[in-house]
């Protein structure tokens, strides 16, 4: 064989053995294969530089046994350098083989092409499959204990691997985690450490990085607040959808409870920063967020009112929730909002120091529904186990005389009442506990009509209908009004009641004579009365 002296090899001479197949060396134990392919070598970038650049001691021939070709840092050192600042070369360096070295990201050395070139390893529409060589092993995030499982799978459904898919401009791995300088989230100098994820997303998204900078929640990333929320507290790492998406942190049904509610309804959080723990409960059980759990996506959410990245403190006069700026946040959904619309709190807590009216109201209705509903019960089941024992004479000859006991007029107006009143309970309940089993028949046919609140405003109607009705009857009826006098209670409904109950009681064989009307046909009246007044007035104000 010639001895080729100091003059470099041509890669036509060094191809005329290392381009034939089967060329193989022994290298610890193990055989390497030493072939090039000539093909993809002509077309790689490193091509035209010739292979004595990186092998110059290959130049004599037979070649020197121990001679190792230079390292990529010969001449790309800008690159080695960041290289070794990341993780993967202080693995390396530690003595794991598995992480990622030059080759393991850009392909074999001699078939390296251009980023741009669709086929390498590094083009946007590759890196993902080429991370996930490593990072899709589960095993090996065990061994290494790498915290996030399965990225690659995560982002390979996001709205960045899909856009990348479609040949459009998304981001790659590469544009968050860095391509040579590649540290772990926990490094402050790492690009997505969390005080850098605002100007790593905002690299792509510029104008929405300066709102979110001179939001609340920016100034405070900015001043070192470490509970602070950054664009991935929101929108999720690698599995980013759209937020049109269902399943998106950001779709309208989740922002309350799975996003901003992950910071504002945590007790660890909210006290060690002030904030107020109540506001995300009360926005759930107020109208939007009711709404919101049926559905209704169009109904307000937090980023709503609040804004998106560009939310600031109601003191704030820039703030979309400053008493200036209400009339035309809340005109975004009811055009025509003046500045009387908003006056009311929004977020209404219903304690003794806050809104103490909403407080005492609803703490007198609580107190009042157990006793009533409990009275009514164990005074219906005493008449009816009463009546069950008591011995059944022939029914033709006990039944008394028909009479009337209520005009016809009165018999629509009760009817109305009876027929919309279940119907008002079914589709009000509905709104409030919308996740219930019962409430999902008429949730499932709802539409952008909305089917339940069409129902109980037409229910609604006709029970204020009837109501109206019976007070225009009362007003013009003398007949009626002194009917009326027969149903106000007298000292003897109390005697009736205690004898009465006394009777059901087996304590007493007596059952007592009432009049025209008991002191159970007057409480009757007298709680559906009141009981409709009560609706009328709070549902007009709610409408």
Not at 281 to 305: E, M
Not at 465 to 475: D, E, N, Q, R, V
Request: aromatic share 8%.
């Amino acid at each position: 064989m010639q001895t080729v002296g100091a003059q470099p090899a041509s890669n036509e001479a060094c191809l005329s053995c290392h381009g034939a197949p089967g060329l193989q060396k022994m290298r610890q134990g193990k055989s390497v294969s030493l072939q090039i392919a000539a093909q993809k070598f002509s077309r790689s970038v490193h091509a035209p530089l010739g292979c004595a650049l990186c092998h110059a001691a290959m130049s004599q021939v037979p070649h020197p046994a121990e001679a190792k070709p230079a390292p990529c840092a010969t001449c790309h050192e800008s690159a080695s350098r960041a290289y070794e600042q990341g993780i993967h070369a202080k693995a390396r360096a530690w003595g794991f083989t598995e992480a990622a070295s030059c080759a393991s990201c850009h392909g074999n050395i001699h078939e390296i092409v251009r980023r741009a070139d669709r086929s390498s390893p590094v083009h946007p529409a590759n890196i993902a499959r080429s991370c996930a060589a490593c990072h899709a092993d589960a095993a090996l995030a065990e061994k290494f204990r790498i915290p996030v499982v399965r990225p690659v799978e995560a982002y390979l459904k996001s709205v960045h691997a899909r856009a990348v898919a479609s040949g459009r401009r998304g981001a790659v791995c590469s544009d968050c985690h860095g391509a040579h300088s590649i540290m772990p989230g926990q490094d402050p100098r790492s690009s997505i450490s969390q005080a850098r994820i605002p100007a790593t997303c905002g690299k792509c998204h510029g104008e929405v990085l300066k709102a979110f900078q001179q939001s609340i929640h920016g100034e405070a990333m900015a001043r070192g607040v470490r509970g602070a929320p950054v664009c991935t507290d929101c929108h999720g790492e690698h599995r980013i959808l759209a937020r049109s998406e269902p399943t998106s942190p950001v779709f309208a049904a989740n922002i309350p409870g799975e996003t901003c509610g992950r910071c504002h309804a945590n007790t660890r959080l909210t006290e060690k920063y002030g904030l107020a723990l109540d506001k995300v409960p009360a926005f759930q059980d107020s109208y939007h967020g009711l709404a919101l759990r049926t559905g209704q996506l169009l109904v307000a959410n937090c980023a709503s009112c609040h804004g998106v990245h560009d939310i600031r403190p109601s003191s704030d006069p820039r703030s979309h929730v400053h008493k200036d700026n209400l009339a035309n946040t809340c005109g975004k959904c009811h055009p025509g909002a003046g500045t009387r619309f908003a006056l009311g709190p929004v977020h209404v807590v219903p304690t003794k120091e806050g809104a103490w009216i909403v407080y005492w109201i609803r703490l007198i209705y609580l107190w009042l529904i157990g006793p009533t509903v409990g009275f009514m019960l164990l005074h219906n089941f005493l008449d009816l186990w009463r009546k069950a024992r008591r011995a059944r004479p022939d029914l033709a000859a006990s039944t008394p005389p028909a009479r009337e006991r209520m005009p016809r007029l009165l018999r629509w107006q009760h009817g109305l009442v009876m027929a919309t009143f279940p119907l008002l309970v079914y589709t009000g309940f509905a709104l409030t506990y919308p996740e219930e089993w019962w409430a999902a028949p008429l949730l499932r046919w709802e539409s952008g009509l909305g089917l339940r609140g069409l129902l109980h405003r037409i229910a609604a109607c006709i029970l204020m209908g009837s109501l109206f009705w019976h007070l225009a009857h009362l007003a013009v009826s003398r007949r009626l009004r002194r009917r009326l006098g027969g149903l106000m209670f007298r000292l003897k409904d109390l005697g009736d009641f205690i004898r009465l109950q006394r009777h059901n009681l087996g304590l007493d064989p007596d059952h007592p004579r009432f009049g025209k009307f008991s002191y159970i046909e007057k409480a009757e009246y007298w709680a559906f009365l009141w009981g409709m007044g009560v609706m009328t007035a709070t549902g007009l104000l709610l409408w």
